[in-house]
C-alpha cells in the first residue's frame, strides 16, 4: 500500500499551501490510493518513466527511493533506465544510473 506522503505540506506548506494539499491530500491521498486499478509498485515505475523523460532529476531520485518501498528491485530500476534512454535519451540515463546507485546502493536482486 501506498504511504501517506506529507512531503507538501513539509515543504510548500508556507508559501503554496492549497498546493500542498492537493499534493498530499488528492495525489498521494486518493489516486496513488487506488491500488485495486494499479498498484502502487506500477504507478511508481509510471512515475519514474515519466519524470525521467521530462528530466525532472529531484522528483525521479525521490520516486526511485518511493518505487524501492513499493517493491520495484536495482535490477529493475537500471532496466528501467535502459529501456528508457533509447526513447529519451542516453545522457538522462547516465544522470539517473548514480541515483540509483546511492539509493540502492550495493544491493543486488539475489
Not at 535490477?75 to 538522462?92: D, H, M, N, R, S
Amino acid at each position: 500500500m501506498a504511504e501517506k506522503q506529507t512531503a507538501g505540506r513539509d515543504r510548500l506548506g508556507n508559501i503554496a499551501p492549497q498546493f500542498a494539499a492537493l499534493n498530499d491530500d488528492v495525489l498521494f491521498g486518493e489516486v496513488w490510493a487506488r491500488e485495486e486499478q494499479l498498484s502502487a509498485r506500477d504507478r511508481s515505475m509510471i512515475t519514474i518513466a515519466a519524470l525521467f523523460s521530462a528530466g525532472l532529476y529531484p522528483q525521479l531520485k525521490t520516486h526511485l527511493a518511493i518505487g524501492k518501498a513499493h517493491g520495484i528491485t536495482k535490477e529493475e530500476a537500471v532496466e528501467i533506465v535502459t529501456q528508457l534512454a533509447f526513447y529519451c535519451g542516453w545522457p538522462k540515463a547516465w544522470s539517473t544510473f548514480p541515483m540509483i546507485e546511492e539509493i540502492y546502493g550495493g544491493e543486488n536482486d539475489e
